[in-house]
Protein backbone atom coordinates (compact mmCIF):
# COMPACT_ATOMS: atom_id res chain seq x y z
CA UNK A 1 0.00 0.00 0.00
CA UNK A 2 1.50 3.39 -1.36
CA UNK A 3 0.76 5.72 1.83
CA UNK A 4 2.32 8.96 -0.44
CA UNK A 5 5.94 10.57 0.53
CA UNK A 6 4.03 13.66 1.75
CA UNK A 7 1.83 11.40 4.71
CA UNK A 8 4.95 9.44 5.32
CA UNK A 9 7.21 13.02 5.98
CA UNK A 10 4.32 14.37 8.47
CA UNK A 11 4.47 11.25 10.27
CA UNK A 12 8.14 10.97 10.15
CA UNK A 13 8.40 14.70 11.68
CA UNK A 14 6.19 14.40 13.93
CA UNK A 15 6.89 11.15 15.62
CA UNK A 16 11.02 13.20 15.53
CA UNK A 17 9.46 16.28 17.27
CA UNK A 18 8.12 14.25 20.32
CA UNK A 19 9.56 14.24 23.07
CA UNK A 20 7.74 11.20 24.41
CA UNK A 21 6.72 9.37 21.52
CA UNK A 22 3.37 9.39 19.98
CA UNK A 23 -0.12 7.24 20.48
CA UNK A 24 -1.75 6.26 17.13
CA UNK A 25 -4.49 8.65 17.60
CA UNK A 26 -1.99 11.78 18.44
CA UNK A 27 -0.28 10.81 15.18
CA UNK A 28 -3.31 10.64 13.63
CA UNK A 29 -4.22 14.39 14.86
CA UNK A 30 -0.98 16.05 14.53
CA UNK A 31 0.20 14.54 11.60
CA UNK A 32 -3.09 14.49 9.12
CA UNK A 33 -2.28 11.00 8.68
CA UNK A 34 -5.15 8.02 8.35
CA UNK A 35 -4.92 5.45 10.97
CA UNK A 36 -4.54 2.60 8.02
CA UNK A 37 -1.84 5.13 6.94
CA UNK A 38 0.08 5.05 9.78
CA UNK A 39 -0.83 1.72 10.08
CA UNK A 40 1.13 0.76 7.01
CA UNK A 41 3.58 2.73 7.63
CA UNK A 42 4.05 1.49 11.52
CA UNK A 43 4.32 -1.88 9.68
CA UNK A 44 7.12 -0.97 7.61
CA UNK A 45 9.15 0.79 9.88
CA UNK A 46 8.87 -2.92 11.96
CA UNK A 47 11.76 -2.96 14.80
CA UNK A 48 12.78 0.47 14.12
CA UNK A 49 9.77 2.17 16.26
CA UNK A 50 9.18 0.59 19.67
CA UNK A 51 5.79 0.85 21.80
CA UNK A 52 6.11 2.51 25.13
CA UNK A 53 3.06 2.96 26.84
CA UNK A 54 1.15 2.82 23.74
CA UNK A 55 3.05 5.20 22.21
CA UNK A 56 5.16 4.78 19.34
CA UNK A 57 8.80 5.70 19.75
CA UNK A 58 11.95 5.82 17.21
CA UNK A 59 13.70 2.69 18.56
CA UNK A 60 17.28 4.33 17.99
CA UNK A 61 19.28 7.32 17.28
CA UNK A 62 19.72 6.33 14.15
CA UNK A 63 16.24 6.38 12.45
CA UNK A 64 15.49 10.18 14.04
CA UNK A 65 19.25 10.99 12.57
CA UNK A 66 17.60 9.13 9.29
CA UNK A 67 14.33 11.41 9.80
CA UNK A 68 16.39 14.53 10.04
CA UNK A 69 18.98 14.01 7.73
CA UNK A 70 15.81 13.59 5.20
CA UNK A 71 13.24 15.98 6.05
CA UNK A 72 14.76 18.65 8.66
CA UNK A 73 18.90 18.90 7.21
CA UNK A 74 18.56 22.51 8.75
CA UNK A 75 18.67 23.63 12.60
CA UNK A 76 15.66 26.02 11.18
CA UNK A 77 13.62 23.12 9.88
CA UNK A 78 14.42 21.48 13.22
CA UNK A 79 13.08 24.44 15.21
CA UNK A 80 10.38 24.69 13.02
CA UNK A 81 9.17 21.08 13.41
CA UNK A 82 9.00 21.61 17.35
CA UNK A 83 7.05 25.30 16.82
CA UNK A 84 4.62 23.16 14.86
CA UNK A 85 4.44 20.33 17.27
CA UNK A 86 4.01 23.12 20.15
CA UNK A 87 1.12 25.12 18.32
CA UNK A 88 -0.70 21.38 18.31
CA UNK A 89 -0.20 20.41 21.85
CA UNK A 90 -1.23 24.14 22.70
CA UNK A 91 -4.62 23.57 21.52
CA UNK A 92 -5.00 20.43 23.43
CA UNK A 93 -6.64 19.52 26.91
CA UNK A 94 -4.44 20.83 29.61
CA UNK A 95 -2.75 17.49 31.53
CA UNK A 96 0.54 16.53 32.89
CA UNK A 97 1.27 14.96 29.14
CA UNK A 98 0.35 18.23 27.46
CA UNK A 99 2.29 20.43 29.79
CA UNK A 100 5.26 18.82 29.57
CA UNK A 101 5.56 18.16 25.86
CA UNK A 102 4.21 22.01 25.51
CA UNK A 103 6.93 23.46 27.28
CA UNK A 104 9.49 21.43 26.19
CA UNK A 105 8.37 21.70 22.45
CA UNK A 106 8.85 25.74 23.21
CA UNK A 107 11.68 25.53 24.16
CA UNK A 108 13.48 22.92 22.00
CA UNK A 109 11.87 25.37 19.83
CA UNK A 110 13.63 28.45 21.10
CA UNK A 111 10.33 30.62 21.21
CA UNK A 112 11.07 32.36 24.01
CA UNK A 113 8.31 34.54 24.45
CA UNK A 114 5.88 31.23 23.92
CA UNK A 115 7.58 29.74 26.36
CA UNK A 116 7.34 32.45 28.56
CA UNK A 117 3.41 32.80 28.03
CA UNK A 118 2.99 29.04 28.52
CA UNK A 119 4.88 29.39 32.37
CA UNK A 120 2.40 32.44 32.82
CA UNK A 121 -0.57 31.53 31.47
CA UNK A 122 -3.99 31.10 33.38
CA UNK A 123 -4.61 27.92 31.52
CA UNK A 124 -1.15 26.37 31.84
CA UNK A 125 0.97 27.98 34.34
CA UNK A 126 -0.51 26.58 37.14
CA UNK A 127 -0.71 22.98 35.91
CA UNK A 128 3.02 23.69 35.13
CA UNK A 129 3.97 24.83 38.36
CA UNK A 130 2.07 21.84 40.25
CA UNK A 131 3.00 19.45 37.51
CA UNK A 132 6.53 20.03 36.43
CA UNK A 133 9.72 18.49 38.09
CA UNK A 134 11.23 21.94 39.78
CA UNK A 135 14.33 21.63 38.56
CA UNK A 136 13.08 21.26 34.53
CA UNK A 137 10.93 24.31 35.24
CA UNK A 138 14.01 26.23 37.02
CA UNK A 139 15.48 25.58 33.63
CA UNK A 140 12.58 26.62 31.14
CA UNK A 141 12.31 29.68 33.71
CA UNK A 142 16.18 30.83 33.36
CA UNK A 143 15.65 30.67 29.56
CA UNK A 144 12.75 33.37 29.92
CA UNK A 145 14.64 35.15 32.43
CA UNK A 146 17.55 35.93 30.31
CA UNK A 147 16.17 35.63 26.61
CA UNK A 148 13.13 37.98 27.68
CA UNK A 149 15.10 40.23 30.03
CA UNK A 150 12.70 39.63 32.90
CA UNK A 151 12.47 38.55 36.71
CA UNK A 152 11.21 35.35 37.36
CA UNK A 153 10.02 36.88 40.79
CA UNK A 154 8.28 39.52 39.15
CA UNK A 155 6.25 37.67 36.57
CA UNK A 156 4.74 35.24 38.82
CA UNK A 157 4.23 37.48 41.35
CA UNK A 158 2.04 39.34 38.45
CA UNK A 159 0.13 36.60 37.15
CA UNK A 160 -0.22 34.87 40.90
CA UNK A 161 -3.91 36.57 41.95
CA UNK A 162 -4.81 35.53 38.12
CA UNK A 163 -4.17 31.51 38.75
CA UNK A 164 -5.56 31.28 42.49
CA UNK A 165 -8.65 33.35 41.17
CA UNK A 166 -11.56 31.06 41.72
CA UNK A 167 -9.38 28.42 43.37
CA UNK A 168 -10.76 26.36 46.65
CA UNK A 169 -7.92 27.13 49.38
CA UNK A 170 -6.61 23.68 48.99
CA UNK A 171 -5.66 24.42 45.32
CA UNK A 172 -4.02 28.26 46.69
CA UNK A 173 -2.12 26.47 49.04
CA UNK A 174 -0.85 23.98 46.72
CA UNK A 175 -0.07 26.58 44.49
CA UNK A 176 1.62 29.00 47.11
CA UNK A 177 4.03 25.87 48.23
CA UNK A 178 5.11 25.05 44.71
CA UNK A 179 5.77 28.69 43.39
CA UNK A 180 7.51 29.32 46.87
CA UNK A 181 9.82 26.16 46.48
CA UNK A 182 10.41 26.68 42.81
CA UNK A 183 12.00 30.29 43.97
CA UNK A 184 13.55 28.92 47.16
CA UNK A 185 15.65 26.60 45.06
CA UNK A 186 16.93 29.56 43.08
CA UNK A 187 18.11 31.33 46.22
CA UNK A 188 15.00 33.97 45.33
CA UNK A 189 13.93 34.75 49.43
CA UNK A 190 12.43 37.96 48.54
CA UNK A 191 9.34 39.33 50.38
CA UNK A 192 6.90 37.67 47.42
CA UNK A 193 8.11 34.35 48.71
CA UNK A 194 7.85 35.15 52.23
CA UNK A 195 3.80 36.53 51.47
CA UNK A 196 3.64 33.13 49.66
CA UNK A 197 4.57 31.10 52.97
CA UNK A 198 2.37 33.52 54.90
CA UNK A 199 -0.31 32.86 53.36
CA UNK A 200 0.28 28.72 53.31
CA UNK A 201 0.39 28.73 57.46
CA UNK A 202 -3.12 30.86 57.23
CA UNK A 203 -4.41 28.70 55.14
CA UNK A 204 -3.42 25.81 57.17
CA UNK A 205 -4.36 27.32 60.41
CA UNK A 206 -8.03 28.10 58.90
CA UNK A 207 -8.34 24.88 57.67
CA UNK A 208 -6.55 22.31 59.53
CA UNK A 209 -5.81 23.76 62.82
CA UNK A 210 -3.19 24.77 65.07
CA UNK A 211 -2.77 20.64 65.86
CA UNK A 212 -2.42 19.36 62.42
CA UNK A 213 1.06 18.34 61.23
CA UNK A 214 0.80 20.19 58.20
CA UNK A 215 0.39 23.00 59.90
CA UNK A 216 3.45 22.12 61.48
CA UNK A 217 5.25 22.11 58.54
CA UNK A 218 3.95 25.63 56.98
CA UNK A 219 5.32 26.71 60.41
CA UNK A 220 8.59 25.15 59.45
CA UNK A 221 8.91 26.36 56.11
CA UNK A 222 8.18 29.78 57.05
CA UNK A 223 11.21 29.88 59.76
CA UNK A 224 13.53 27.97 56.71
CA UNK A 225 12.85 31.17 54.65
CA UNK A 226 13.47 33.42 57.13
CA UNK A 227 16.68 31.83 58.16
CA UNK A 228 17.40 32.09 54.42
CA UNK A 229 16.89 35.60 54.78
CA UNK A 230 19.33 35.46 57.69
CA UNK A 231 16.75 36.83 59.89
CA UNK A 232 17.22 34.44 62.89
CA UNK A 233 15.11 36.66 65.58
CA UNK A 234 11.71 35.69 63.04
CA UNK A 235 13.25 32.06 62.38
CA UNK A 236 13.94 31.01 65.83
CA UNK A 237 10.19 31.32 67.22
CA UNK A 238 8.93 29.75 64.30
CA UNK A 239 11.37 26.39 64.53
CA UNK A 240 9.94 26.24 68.31
CA UNK A 241 6.40 26.46 67.83
CA UNK A 242 7.14 23.95 64.99
Not at 16 to 32: K, P
Amino acid sequence: MDVGAARVKRAMVGLWSSRHGLSDIEVTAMCNVSLMDWAAIRLRLDDALYDDAGRSKCAHDYLRKAIQDRYLPSEKNQRGAHYKAAQWWSAQEVDARMISELLWQWYTAQAWQELRACLTGARTGPSAILQIDELELWSFWLCVEYQCRVRVEEQLKKVFPKWVLRANQERVSDICVAVSTLLSQAGRYGLFNERLRLRTLSISKKTLGLDHPDFAASLNNLASLYASQADNAKALPMYVRA
